[in-house]
């Protein structure tokens, strides 16, 4: 899916939320507490990418770009260039 760089600007201050706040917490956890802070920004982002952003922020234990995970399809949001 495509977004616009507000779009993707409100999703990634939803992420840091989560990642923040819920990092330690099981994966699933983390998904519906980023599903929540996604729908309360206004963007809509599909399941599996939702499940994408979830899996990096567990995998990290932390904030990722949301850009990067997007984009590229890597789960960690990291540049491996």
Known sequence: MSYTAE?????????ERVGANWDAAPE???EDHLRGAI???????PPEEV???AEAIDEER?????GTVL????ETGRDHG
């Open 7 to 15: 779009e993707l600007e409100a999703v990634q201050r939803a992420v």
């Open 28 to 30: 699933e956890t983390i």
């Open 39 to 45: 729908a309360e920004v206004g963007v809509e982002v």
């Open 51 to 53: 499940r994408a952003l």
């Open 62 to 66: 932390g904030i990722v770009d949301v």
């Open 71 to 74: 984009t590229s399809g890597d």
